[in-house]
């Protein structure tokens, strides 16, 4: 009889996707769940990106793509970090991958050698966690709660840094706190990293269109920092792109060079009918896609005045993404029409069966005492779901 390998075994299955799939079962079962848990902006692709790559097909672009991308969508992608971010990259330094994940578990593999800690400040996305174990690395957490913004200080970056830490992992805007690093939150971490020159960064910045305290900051964009940060974007949350599955680095060349052998043996190039959209999409002005980040900013108001009536859970306002991660831990240790709640996951399966609500359990995100709610969703949905919640807790 075979036997599946240690590595599989002692991976966590992806909480988001599992609630999904939970919720998407029982709608099946034919009961009227609002799904308030999965991180995809529930707005079409924008017809000027779907044209071009209609375009596309029409014009045979059906062969293997370069492992590292297209020559023209790497140079759309310079071209937009130079406009949206001020960072200056040249093609070496450019890796088109199949999504952001497979840009993140890139850098992670070739980077990490079995022992090498990577310091991750909490709440943190669902995978970054799985995907340093995967590369035999050690995830260190660092907690942070809704009292200081869900933002890591320097003093607690300072305390987590051992002779073993080879990297530093964060996303800004974040998922699932929402939270924004500004430049000078950036500039005090910074000021702690060069001491360390030894660490790298990677910055996930997916969310960084849709931020609505303005003035988008990255991590690279410090000189001292420059040579040891890896910027990582895609196309599928601000672009309502997520199953064309684009992401990309802007990195330094050693470890862009790396990341494509890498790629190369597993996957090679990246679609090539999205990467042909892609470069239309980033090509575009940004004013394009105002109207759905708009919309994200509405919904953003509505559902954190919406949860802020409800008596125990505890609302900071997003300043970017489209999740709200309340403080939920007032509930635990109670029991609730015969459901007892000892932690959040045990609340997230309370909201699910008895109000009909998907969202997800803190714990996933390495914050055990939150919930993230997504606010892609619309407005009706969003106050439908809230009423539910507040009937299911009367």
């Known amino acids: 009889m075979y036997k ?17 799939a939970k919720a998407r079962e029982l709608k099946a079962e034919g009961k009227d769940i609002i799904s308030l848990s999965l991180g995809e902006p529930d707005f079409n692709t924008p017809d000027y990106i779907k044209e071009a790559a209609i375009q ?12 590292d991308g297209y020559v023209e969508l790497k140079d759309a992608i310079i071209n937009k970090f130079k406009r949206d971010n001020k960072l200056t990259y040249d093609r070496s330094q450019i890796v088109v991958s199949t999504g952001a994940k497979q840009s993140l578990a890139n850098v992670a593999m070739v980077l990490l050698n079995p022992g090498d800690e990577v310091i991750l400040p909490c709440p943190y996305w669902v995978s970054y966690a799985e995907i340093v174990k995967l590369a035999e690395g050690v995830p260190v957490e660092v907690p942070t709660s809704v009292e200081t913004d869900f933002k890591m200080t320097p003093e607690q970056l300072e305390a987590a840094i051992t002779p073993r830490t080879k990297m530093l992992w964060y996303s800004s805007p974040s998922n699932p706190s929402g939270m924004v ?23 996930d910045e997916i969310y960084e269109h849709i931020n609505f305290v303005g003035d988008h900051a990255s991590m690279a964009q410090f000189e001292d920092m420059y040579d040891r940060v890896v910027t990582v974007n895609g196309v599928s949350k601000a672009f309502a792109m997520t199953g064309w599955r684009i992401g990309y680095i802007g990195a330094p060349t050693d470890i862009a060079r790396a990341c494509n052998k890498m790629q190369g043996q597993i996957t090679s190039g990246a679609n090539s009918i999205a990467q042909r959209a892609v470069i239309t999409a980033l090509q575009e002005p940004i004013s394009k896609i105002q109207y759905m980040i708009d919309r994200f900013k ?20 997003p300043e970017g993404a489209f999740y709200v991660f309340p403080d939920v831990s007032y509930f635990f240790g109670k029991t609730i029409k015969g459901h007892q709640i000892k932690n959040a996951t045990d609340f997230s399966m ?16 390495g914050s055990p005492n939150c919930l993230r709610f997504s606010y892609a969703a619309s407005e009706e949905e969003i106050q439908e779901a809230v009423k539910r919640i507040k009937q299911a807790l009367a």
């Open 4 to 20: 599946l390998s240690d590595r599989v075994q002692s991976m966590a299955t992806s909480q988001t996707l599992a609630m999904a």
């Open 56 to 67: 596309a097909i029409h014009e045979n672009y059906n062969s293997y793509s370069p492992v």
């Open 181 to 203: 690093y500004s430049r000078e939150e950036l500039r005090a971490l910074a000021d702690v990293l060069v001491k360390h020159p030894e660490i790298v960064v990677v910055s």
């Open 298 to 317: 509405s919904r953003r108001s509505l559902i954190t005045q919406l949860l802020s009536e409800i008596e125990g859970f505890v609302v900071t306002e």
């Open 350 to 365: 309370f909201l699910l069966e008895e109000a009909l609500v998907a969202t997800v359990t803190g714990d996933a995100f």
